[in-house]
């Protein structure tokens, strides 16, 4: 190899939001990672909501079910 052009190949500490922690090589000292093998629904086989960014949130309110009060409301303007 030649000196001086490849990065430093070593020991990496991952690190998950969950507390789960292993290492791996890479070029990176350390590694945060919001989600592993260890927490993942998938592995767990717990359901467990994985919303990164709101989206779920956001998703219900724009397709989610309306309550009585907002049908009503809607009809009322509809009427109008
Ligand atoms: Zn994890």
């Not at 922690?21 to 590694?31: A, G, N």
């Not at 909501?49 to 779920?56: F, P, S």
Request: hydrophobic share 25%; glycine share 6%; aromatic share 8%.
């Amino acid at each position: 190899m030649k000196e001086g052009i490849h990065p430093n190949y070593q020991e990496c500490q991952v690190v998950c939001v969950c507390g789960e922690t292993w290492t791996t090589r890479s070029t990176k000292k350390e590694i945060h990672v919001e989600i592993c093998s260890n927490c993942h629904p998938f592995f767990t086989g717990k359901q467990k909501l994985v919303d990164t960014a709101g989206r779920v949130e956001r998703f219900q309110r724009k397709y989610g079910r309306k309550t009585e009060k907002e049908k009503e409301a809607e009809q009322q303007a509809l009427a109008q």
